[in-house]
């Protein structure tokens, strides 16, 4: 009987384990939650959301809205789940997280092919084929073990949680609810800022005291794309104001204005009652935490459920480890998944978690593993996480400019929606060419 062990039930986990299962194979998988936490996850359900309750757009002519599609087309088993928990937010797909990880948990403890074990794993058990998936917040044993079967040195960067607020205590006298451009339903609650109240926040922002980081973090650095707000703000006064504060495209009705800096909150369950704070991951001590968002116009009695926090992130040098079938160059059995092979954010996350589970099965089959053409989004990941060229990799996550090129003329090179259209529909052929649809 054909067996697998798959290390972390979080989302790439999840998604490797029941393509595996689905297909016949019988699954150990390891979780060391709720027995032992990361720091991070606040249960020991499969799957949890952490930083957002977004997955990004699922526009098409969006890279990540694409590479869902994709997903779609391959049959990912975590994406109609997706769907049943999708909560109101504009042009984004976001979910109700804590109904989501429920659903992902029974659905995987009723399933006959998979052995659930909630141990911490410890050593890694190489003639058994195995899916390594413990995700960024790999506890210190397995890290020691990863880093002693690579041969490689690691290399980490820090995520941020943003603050979670109670709808009903935000004050709709201030804020408002709209869209950016008015897109769609208005799923965004706007607190607007005039430039005494945003110089107010700025000031309060720059001059809090910090988390203290310990001794072995302090030479770390982030990743881009997840900035603690009070990094952003380091760079400029008006820093803020062109990012996740931006005002553009968001008139408040009442007034027909355009503030000079806009708050946004993004819906986080399903019943609508806690509300996110978007790009507000910070580090940043509650006490001061608390203050800075009592300074925001409409939250001044605002009841925060839960505190930013920021925590390290691990990844593997995957260019000198992994081929782009996920599969380990050292070892054929060892297979990696997840944001721990360097590909950022949840939709990335569980994509190669699809990929990491059809290629152990070709594998345990004999059969030829996949690597996907770079004319596909998934494709492009996988070729950029596992391209030996990079002089300095860093984590990344789906964006155009990964894609192989495609020939067109160049008035559809300036018509950005038309030549994102023309992408998609080729890495959609694709991907059904693949999945044996076409």
Known sequence: MKQV???????????????????????????????????????????????????????????????????????????????????????????????????????????????????????????????????????????????????????????????????????FNKAFLLNRYNKGTADYINCPMNKEEYEKFYNILINSPKIELKEFEKNAAFFESCLPIEVLASRGIDTLRYGPLKPVGLIDKRTGLENYAVVQLRQDNKAASLYNIVGFQTNLKWGSQKELIHSIPGLENANIVRYGVMHRNTFINSPKTLNPSLQSRKNKNIFFAGQITGTEGYTESIAS??????????????????????EMMLGALMKYITFEGHKSFQPINSNWGILAPMEMDKKTKKNKKLKNELLANRAINAARIISGKI
């Open 353 to 374: 978690g699809l990929l990491a589970g059809i290629n152990m099965w070709k594998y345990l089959n004999n059969e030829q593993l996949i690597e996907l053409s770079d």
């Open 5 to 171: 062990n798959i290390i972390g039930a979080g989302l790439a986990g999840s998604e490797a384990a029941l393509q595996l299962a689905k297909r016949g194979i019988n699954v150990n998988l390891y979780e060391m939650r709720p027995d032992k936490s990361t720091g991070a996850h606040k249960t020991g359900n499969f799957a949890e959301f952490v930083c957002s309750n977004s997955l990004g757009s699922y526009d098409i002519t969006n890279a990540s809205g694409l590479l869902k599609h994709e997903m779609e087309e391959l049959s990912s088993e975590l994406m109609p789940l997706i769907f049943e928990a999708k909560v109101p937010a504009g042009g984004a797909l976001a979910i109700d997280r804590t109904l989501f990880s429920q659903k992902i948990t029974q659905l995987i403890e009723n399933n006959p092919f998979i052995n659930v074990i909630r141990k911490e794993v410890e050593e890694i058990n190489t003639d058994i084929p195995t899916i390594i998936a413990s995700g960024p917040l790999t506890s210190e044993a397995l890290t020691k073990e990863i880093k002693i079967f690579l041969g490689e040195e690691y290399l980490f960067f820090f995520d941020a949680i943003a603050p979670i607020i109670e709808k009903d205590s935000i004050d």
